[in-house]
């Protein structure tokens, strides 16, 4: 059973930093490509990041560009989000996303997701 | 960037009815959408990729039709189940992925 377990979140001041991890098993991790998808309390779904396979592509949105650090560990089938320079508006459930994988082709969209990690910004 | 517009924002039906879910693109994401279920304290739950391909162990009520700027969901007798959330998503655009605001769909 493929499964997805984020954990790392909490409350941190505006500014500062948090790590999230995700703990993946079910599923052969290193074939994989990765995201971290948030939701804001009573918001939509946002992209955050994306990571292959290998960690040769990474990808972010213009939102978290700069301040945010995908990763992963596959040794450790473990996926993580380093996230500095905090701001209120990070406020959100972060969820760690597997791709869609059809014939080995990555497709692009979401099949199976963590239980979310709250992450909270506030002074 | 490409934004999708779902219609209408709350839907109320009752169990056994039929619900159609609309998601409208700014410019053509050819057939590259998918929709998502979100149930209250859950994660999503994909139903519906490539515009019309239902996921593993999606049931057959869930169907989705569409290409290029609209796009339909439609589940064909609602169960109690099924109400919830539901987001297209678009990665035409690619990895500039986009969701839509949702629909919720409550029962009336």
């Known amino acids: 059973e493929v499964q997805l377990v984020e954990s790392g979140g909490g409350l941190v001041k505006p500014g500062g930093s948090l790590r999230l991890s995700c703990a993946a098993s079910?599923?052969?991790?290193?074939?994989?490509?990765m995201n971290w998808v948030r939701q804001a309390p009573g918001k939509g779904l946002e992209w955050v990041s994306s990571?292959?396979?290998?960690?040769?592509?990474?990808y972010y949105a213009d939102s978290v560009k700069g301040r945010f650090t995908i990763s992963r560990d596959n040794a450790k089938n473990s996926l993580y989000l380093q996230m500095n320079s905090l701001r209120a508006e990070d406020t959100a459930v972060y969820y760690c996303?597997?791709?869609?994988?059809?014939?080995?082709?990555?497709?692009?969209?979401?099949?199976?997701w963590g239980q979310g990690t709250l992450v909270t910004v506030s002074s | 960037e490409i934004v999708l517009t779902q219609s209408p924002a709350t839907l109320s039906l009752s169990p056994g009815e039929r619900a159609t879910l609309s998601c409208r693109a700014s410019?053509?994401?050819?057939?590259?959408l998918a929709w998502y279920q979100q149930k209250p304290g859950q994660a999503p739950r994909l139903l519906i990729y490539?515009?019309?391909n239902r996921a593993t162990g999606i049931p057959a009520r869930f169907s989705g039709s569409g290409s290029g700027t609209d796009f339909t969901l439609t589940i064909s007798s609602l169960e109690p189940e099924d109400f919830a959330v539901y987001y297209c998503?678009?990665?035409?655009?690619?990895?500039?992925?986009?969701f839509g605001q949702g629909t919720k769909l409550e029962i009336k």
């Open positions: 490539d515009a019309s």
């Open positions: 410019q053509s994401v050819s057939s590259y």
């Open positions: 079910g599923f052969t991790f290193s074939s994989y490509s």
């Open positions: 996303a597997r791709d869609l994988k059809l014939e080995a082709v990555t497709r692009y969209y979401f099949d199976y």
């Open positions: 990571i292959s396979s290998s960690s040769s592509y990474i």
């Open positions: 998503q678009q990665r035409s655009n690619w990895p500039l992925y986009t």
